[in-house]
Nanobody, 115 residues
């Protein structure tokens, strides 16, 4: 049984920072590419950053240079450091494998960027 639990969201002013965490249970973490996705109401869930099992990151154009994805295999945890946040970054953020597995979606964590 795989479970992904996200945390670290909150309300932050434009230009601020947040660090999201995703803890994975099960044995899939160390062998999988992991990603952070985000979704706003009425829109599809989009991949914003991913990291291979070897630690190679990849970013969507909208977050490149502002977000940093990392992973700690010993802790089965993937992180998303978000800097220079913008109102358009407001969304529910989820982690999952890349490509995603539908049954692995967790509750997500809400990020709101507003003054």
């Amino acid at each position: 049984q795989v479970q992904l639990v996200e945390s670290g969201g909150g309300l932050v002013q434009p230009g601020g920072s947040l660090r999201l965490s995703c803890v994975a249970s099960g044995s899939i973490f160390s062998i999988s590419t992991m990603g952070w996705y985000r979704q706003v109401p009425g829109k599809q869930r989009d991949l914003v950053a991913s990291i291979t099992r070897g630690g190679r990151p990849n970013y969507g154009d909208s977050v490149k240079g502002r977000f940093t994805i990392s992973r700690d295999t010993a802790k089965n945890t993937v992180y998303l450091q978000m800097n220079s946040l913008k109102p358009e970054d407001t969304a529910v953020y989820y982690c999952n494998l890349v490509p995603h597995v539908t049954t692995y979606w967790g509750q997500g964590t809400q990020v709101t960027v507003s003054s």
